[in-house]
């Protein structure tokens, strides 16, 4: 069965980093767009990053941009996400995802366009 199952999240002060994974199994991995979402407690589950099936194309919320970056390896079946100068407003749960639909380059900013999602972790930024 699809599995994506993530690791990376903890907690660390406002300005430092963290380093998320997901690895993905039982899914054509290669052609799948991949994202990252997250929510925070009595909020929506927004879509924070996305990469494209053959990695050309990454697209980031207005929130993030110039701080996280995605990536995604096709031959390890792994997506991660650089999360930099963190603040407390990105503490959340994140959750990695897959399209249900493949070979599509942007990833549509909605839970309903998601075929597979991670079992979350939580990423919490305080002093």
């Known amino acids: 069965q699809v599995q994506l199952v993530e690791s990376g999240g903890g907690l660390v002060q406002p300005g430092e980093s963290l380093r998320l994974s997901c690895v993905v199994s039982?899914?054509?991995?290669?052609?799948?767009?991949m994202g990252w979402f997250r929510q925070a407690p009595g909020k929506e589950r927004e879509l924070v990053a996305s990469?494209?099936?053959?990695?050309?194309?990454?697209n980031y919320a207005d929130s993030v941009k110039g701080r996280f970056t995605i990536s995604r390896d096709n031959a390890k079946n792994t997506v991660d996400l650089q999360m930099n100068s963190l603040k407390p407003e990105d503490t959340a749960v994140y959750y990695c995802?897959?399209?249900?639909?493949?070979?599509?380059?942007?990833?549509?900013?909605?839970?309903?366009?998601?075929?597979?999602w991670g079992q979350g972790t939580q990423v919490t930024v305080s002093s």
């Open positions: 990469i494209s099936w053959n990695g050309r194309t990454t």
């Open positions: 995802a897959a399209d249900r639909v493949a070979l599509r380059a942007v990833l549509p900013n909605s839970p309903t366009s998601i075929g597979s």
């Open positions: 039982g899914m054509p991995f290669s052609i799948t767009t």
